[in-house]
T-cell receptor, first 114, second 111 residues
Framework: NAGVTQTPKFQVLKTGQSMTLQCAQDMNHEYMSWYRQDPGMGLRLIHYSVGAGITDQGEVPNGYNVSRSTTEDFPLRLLSAAPSQTSVYFC?????????????FGEGSWLTVV | SQQGEEDPQALSIQEGENATMNCSYKTSINNLQWYRQNSGRGLVHLILIRSNEREKHSGRLRVTLDTSKKSSSLLITASRAADTASYFCATVNNAGNMLTFGGGTRLMVKP
């Protein structure tokens, strides 16, 4: 059971480039989300999804797109990377509503935009 | 802005001592959770306390919740060097669809 898998682990982008951070979970979880963590800070919610075909914005959604075509996958797209998007990105999943289910985190993706 | 604020931001203690971290939040919650993060790693769920609970224990961890003051505390008893990590509180909103983190407390336990 792999849990929540994020790829790539490390990535360097040039300003203006686009890329997709991949997130997959094999636990048949309905809820998935993306966070970013800047140095010395807590995690901030970018986007989340409560099920296939459904996505919603979190606290800091600007500059990021998501889609949820399958239950297993929740990719995060940066359409035109900016240095302000240099951060560590975490994907997380949960079996259902967070009111009653534990959330599991991936190991993180380190992104540097130069 | 983040939902929770944690206090202290950094804490350094000797092995065997107790460590107490505090968290305050702003809005009504369904539950509050505490996570641990080792340097360069993902987050690990430690404990969850629901809004109708006041205290919860798990091993060496004790969590309290005061919804009237919108605050929580995490106590780690008999700390070990391996407890060195960052600890975050996070709140789940009443809709159960958003988990919002505080800024974290960096704990160092000296052997």
């Amino acid at each position: 059971n792999a849990g929540v898998t994020q790829t790539p682990k490390f990535q360097v982008l040039k300003t203006g480039q686009s890329m997709t951070l991949q997130c997959a979970q094999d636990m048949n979880h309905e809820y998935m989300s993306w966070y970013r963590q800047d140095p010395g800070m807590g995690l901030r919610l970018i986007h989340y999804s409560v099920g296939a075909g459904i996505t919603d914005q979190g606290e800091v959604p600007n500059g990021y797109n998501v889609s949820r075509s399958t239950t297993e996958d929740f990719p995060l797209r940066l359409l035109s990377a900016a240095p302000s998007q240099t951060s560590v990105y975490f994907c997380a999943s949960s079996a259902g509503p967070l009111s009653g289910n534990t959330i599991y985190f991936g190991e993180g993706s380190w992104l540097t935009v130069v | 802005s983040q939902q929770g604020e944690e206090d202290p931001q950094a804490l350094s203690i000797q092995e065997g001592e107790n460590a107490t971290m505090n968290c305050s939040y702003k809005t009504s919650i369904n539950n509050l959770q505490w996570y641990r993060q080792n340097s360069g790693r993902g987050l690990v769920h430690l404990i969850l306390i629901r809004s109708n609970e006041r205290e919860k224990h798990s091993g060496r961890l004790r969590v309290t919740l005061d919804t009237s003051k919108k605050s929580s505390s995490l106590l780690i008893t008999a700390s070990r060097a391996a407890d060195t990590a960052s600890y975050f509180c996070a709140t789940v909103n009443n809709a159960g669809n958003m988990l919002t983190f505080g800024g974290g407390t960096r704990l160092m336990v000296k052997p």
